[in-house]
């Protein structure tokens, strides 16, 4: 498995990546695999034998499958996608990709230079890659898996109305205008996180446990919209989900049965008094995300459909036998 160690690819002060709770921490709950981890951040070198530590690592534990989160081919910190292809090659060992963010110009030129080589491109946010470029098979629409350890329900008392948890800058300036208005009506709404209050992944979860009502906003870049995994930190959470129409999210998830879902900045004022007047209708619709969230969409569910297309495509048979020839890719 291969992933950022810390946040932004930075120190230990900046905490764990994004990485940890939405791939390492769901792979290893779901009790499948064996997990070896390889973090970008820490385990590469610069100069000429930069992967030399890759290497070595597969030497010694001959792993079945090389799964790579967040992956960049021109990052120097990644692993050198011409030493991948030689692994693969050399040790029949397939690769994933899992593509959290494919829908800006950066991730689709990634996915266009590297698919011919790739076995298996895991899509968690959108299906923009699956319609633009259908051609390229080798993809599985998935979602974002989550910690279970994490996010969970529990029978606490809700004390929050309403909250966000979540940046405002950039492409997101959008969603300050719709805080804003819930602000100017009265809502006792909680807005935290981001850019200039950030919060720890225990806290986070937290805030969402409490809320009665959790917003979320699915813009993207200009004209694009994402699944994003706020939805199902959201649903595992137990709270109310009200988010932004789009696209994505009733691939998955039934509008004013599992979550709310508004059109305007006046229309979720509207259905977020509602809501908060009608508790048991909250409760309900809510629970139906939760109940939704746990038994198809749970981080077994996701691993499971991973393992299942591989051996479909005969990348993993059920009982492998590792190649245990010396590699060398000088």
């Not at 800006?104 to 491109?121: C, E, H, M, V």
């Not at 629409?141 to 405002?168: C, Q």
Request: charged share 25%; with cysteine; glycine share 4%.
């Amino acid at each position: 498995m291969f992933r950022n160690k810390y946040a932004y690819s930075g120190s230990q002060r900046l905490g764990d990546s994004y990485d940890l709770h939405t791939v390492v921490s769901p792979l290893r709950n779901a009790a499948v695999a064996e997990v070896v981890e390889y973090s970008y951040d820490l385990d590469h070198s610069d100069g000429p034998l930069g992967d030399s530590k890759l290497v070595e690592l597969v030497n010694r534990t001959r792993p079945d499958l090389m799964v790579f989160s967040a992956y960049n081919d021109r990052n120097r910190m990644h692993p050198n996608f011409d030493v991948l292809k030689t692994l693969r090659s050399k040790c029949s060992l397939p690769i994933v990709i899992i593509w959290c963010d494919s829908t800006d110009k950066k991730p689709i030129g990634q996915f266009l230079r590297t698919a011919n080589s790739i076995d298996l491109n895991v899509l968690m946010d959108s299906e923009t890659l699956v319609r633009d470029y259908p051609e390229i098979s080798q993809h599985l629409r998935l979602w974002t898996p989550n910690d279970n350890t994490v996010f969970y329900r529990t029978d606490a008392p809700l004390d929050i109305d309403i909250s966000f948890i979540g940046s405002t800058d950039s492409y997101r300036s959008i969603r300050q205008t719709y805080l804003e208005h819930l602000k100017e009506q009265g809502f006792n709404l909680l807005h935290t996180g981001g850019q200039h209050t950030p919060v720890g992944l225990e806290e986070y979860a937290d805030i969402m446990r409490r809320s009665k009502i959790s917003i979320n906003f699915s813009h993207s870049i200009p004209g694009k919209h994402q699944l994003k995994a706020r939805v199902f930190e959201i649903l595992l959470s137990g709270s109310l989900m009200m988010e932004s129409k789009n696209p994505e999210t009733p691939k998955f998830f039934r509008p004013m049965v599992d979550y709310v879902e508004y059109e305007s900045k006046e229309d979720m004022a509207e259905k977020a008094r509602y809501f908060l007047e009608h508790e048991d209708e909250r409760r309900e619709i809510a629970l139906n995300g939760y109940q939704r969230a746990t038994t198809e969409y749970s981080h077994t569910e996701f691993w499971e459909r991973t393992f299942s297309r591989l051996r479909e495509l005969g990348l993993m048979p059920e009982n492998s036998v590792p190649n245990r020839s010396e590699i060398n890719v000088s």
